[in-house]
């Protein structure tokens, strides 16, 4: 997938390119035992924020980030120097070797499709190692038009069971899930909104249309913040 180089230079300003927050990796690590000498793979890094994170709380580990645009890995290059125990790099996540005791992988999986996703990674985990990914999703019931709105561009966006029975489908378990809603999403539209403003001045035509288009994103959360979620999800092959 191509995106536009508007698009990439408004999202490589910013700290993550979705919703999660330090504290939703380092539950994870804790719910799935992960410490130690681990090997853990950040599949769909971004700009780094959570290869910092796992690097940060994993300093006998080695943790690899993965990313396919060449400005979100220099971004995260920068932010990751000086941890001797990280490194990322341009790379397909759909093709990992591994070994990994641990993928973690937010938002990102979503481009291979969550079971193929999970399929594929089968192969590069050790025995007993796990995936955690992030996924958007319907939380159920009558859905606010303003949810469905926000999401119209995801025609095939699960609901939490819809979610778990592709989980299902790939051959994995599900350990653990948590909801992130509300400051998760705040902090990164905060962000966001932070950065389109600084690049408003004296942007051409296509990036004020890439702003416009991530101004419109956060309106349309803002009506609907308390039901605009995504799930993390813990998983293990059975």
Do not use: H, K
């Not at 993928?103 to 969550?114: N, T």
């Not at 308390?226 to 092959?237: F, G, M, N």
């Amino acid at each position: 997938m191509t995106l536009p180089p508007e698009f990439v230079a408004l999202y490589a300003r910013l700290d993550r390119q979705g919703p999660g927050l330090a504290g939703d990796v380092l539950w994870a690590l804790e719910v799935l035992g992960i410490e130690g000498t681990v090997r853990v793979c950040d599949a769909g890094c971004g700009t780094g924020a959570d290869c910092e994170t796992l690097a940060r709380a994993l300093p006998s580990g080695e943790v690899e980030g993965i990313e396919a645009i060449p400005a979100f890995v220099a971004a995260a290059e920068a932010r990751l120097r000086g941890l001797p125990n990280a490194r990322v790099s341009v790379g397909d996540m759909a093709a990992l070797s591994g070994p990994y005791d641990l993928i973690w992988s937010a938002g990102a999986i979503y481009f291979l499709g969550v079971t193929d996703g999970l399929c594929g990674w089968r192969e590069a985990l050790v025995p007993g190692g796990a995936v955690a990914f992030s996924q958007g999703v319907y939380l159920g019931g009558d859905e606010p038009q303003a949810v469905r709105d926000f999401w119209a561009g995801e025609p095939a966006l699960p609901d939490r069971a819809a979610l778990r029975e592709q989980v299902e489908a790939a051959g994995f378990e599900v350990i653990a899930t948590r909801l992130l809603t509300d400051a998760p999403w705040q902090a990164y539209y905060d962000s966001l909104a932070r950065e389109a403003a600084a690049l408003r001045p004296g942007a051409t035509a296509e990036m004020a249309a890439v702003l416009d288009g991530a101004e419109r994103e956060i309106a349309l959360w803002r009506q609907a913040a308390e039901r605009i979620a995504y799930e993390l999800v813990l998983a293990r092959p059975r």
